[in-house]
């Protein structure tokens, strides 16, 4: 866990620094860009607060989320971060139901395979 916060945080300052250099001149091209990078900023930091939760909570009690292992849990965060992306082009098309369809084939070619099931967009299989 420590190391996927690690990575994150490096995406963040990556995305920090592009923001910081990039220059809208006002054109269509410069505005998307800017809209995406921010966009990209707020969620890698939604990410880090979140596992940061997660892994505190981890520590101090001992206990993973809702009895829930971590893998579950980092699931439902990808799924919820998903469904707040609207900045994507490909994403921003896509209805709530192609949107779980797609993150979840994401997760399936890195080793989680999930379903839908009830009130959740995934759960492992």
Known sequence: MKQLIIDYK??????????????????????????????????????????ERIDINQC??????GNRPDAQTLIDIMFQVAMTISDDKKLRRLNNADLAKWVSKQ??????????CGASWGVLK
């Open 60 to 65: 101090t009690h001992g206990l993973h989320v």
């Open 107 to 116: 997760l399936k070619e890195c080793g989680f395979e999930t379903s839908p």
């Open 10 to 51: 490096n995406k963040l300052k990556n995305v920090e620094g592009l923001l910081s250099t990039c220059k809208n001149t006002g054109s269509i091209n410069d505005n998307e860009r800017f809209t995406r990078l921010t966009t990209k900023k707020f969620e890698y930091q939604a990410f880090i607060t979140e596992l």
